[in-house]
């Protein structure tokens, strides 16, 4: 008996169905960043942090991160991903596509973050509306780091015409709600102003051109094991040298050796023993 157009059409349905989800999931396996074919690597950092790199370079899965502030660390193997999902060092994974999103949570739901990747131009977008957001290095005044735009750039910034202050930026922002993150690679800048922050790469650095998106995330729902991990990743701070121990004092308008030798000659040795002298030379 030949089948009436209906079980025809309805063939033909499920047909374009099939083949259309078999396109997507095609699709999705081609992940593409800056136009180039590339690799999600997800890696243990620690026991309560992960690795995430975003690359198109074929083979880096084992590299360590392009960064100088990073010692000789020993990287977990990729985790592989099942279903868009992984779990590792305390924290579940999910990893969906169009756009690129990543979101994580711990075992207890405690602590809770998305990322969401332009697999373009390699803004990372995060979510910042669960409370006060901290770090960023040296060079701003503000607690909460939030409402602002940090351009990221390192040496003396004028803030507002007021006063010139040393800019040490670090990527690394701390979630008051128990999350944390430091972009390793690239350089960019951190736009904080909205709902949502935005990480965005610098296009010129050789760190964007050459390199992946790479960065380490934390749960720090437990913030002095979040630090034991950090430490673990960069090393223990440097003891400072004998002579920066003491009294410290800095000029802007000394205007010869005369003047400095007499500034050091005022203070009593018996008194500072050490005394770093900083004497700033206008360029002119």
């Known amino acids: 008996m030949l089948p009436n157009k209906f079980t025809v059409t309805l063939a033909v349905i499920v047909l374009l169905n099939l083949c259309a989800k078999a396109a997507l999931a095609q699709r999705h396996t081609a992940l593409l960043y800056k136009d180039k074919p590339a690799h999600l690597v997800i890696q243990q950092s620690g026991p309560h942090s992960i690795r995430i790199k975003l690359s198109n370079k074929p083979g880096d899965e084992n590299d ?3 960064n100088p502030a990073f010692i000789a660390h020993d990287w977990g193997k990729p985790i592989p991903l099942h279903a868009g999902h992984a779990s590792v060092s305390g924290l579940n994974i999910q990893v969906s596509y169009d756009p690129l999103t990543i979101s994580i949570t711990n075992k207890s739901n405690t602590v809770s973050q998305t990322f969401t990747v332009d697999q ?3 803004q990372l977008s995060f979510g910042i509306d669960d409370g006060p957001v901290l770090g960023l290095g040296e060079g701003n005044e503000k607690f909460d780091k939030r409402d602002s735009l940090y351009q990221m750039k390192n040496g003396q910034v004028n803030r507002e015409d007021k006063m010139w202050i040393a800019s040490i930026p670090v990527p690394f922002l701390i979630g008051t709600k128990g999350w944390a993150f430091f972009i390793a ?19 010129s650095a050789r760190d964007f051109v050459d390199g992946p998106l790479d960065m380490i995330f934390f749960d720090a729902s437990q913030p002095l094991e979040m630090m034991k991990e950090v430490t673990d990743l960069v090393g223990k701070p440097v003891l400072p040298p004998k002579w920066a121990m003491g009294y410290m004092q800095s000029h802007r308008t000394i205007e010869n050796t005369e003047q400095m030798i007499g500034v050091v000659d005022s203070f009593p040795a018996r008194i500072f023993h050490w005394m770093p002298l900083f004497i700033w030379v206008p360029a002119s």
């Open 120 to 122: 373009q131009t390699g």
């Open 185 to 203: 690679t690239p350089t960019g800048q951190v736009d904080l102003t909205g709902k949502v922050g935005k990480f965005i790469p610098n296009p």
């Open 64 to 66: 360590a991160p392009d």
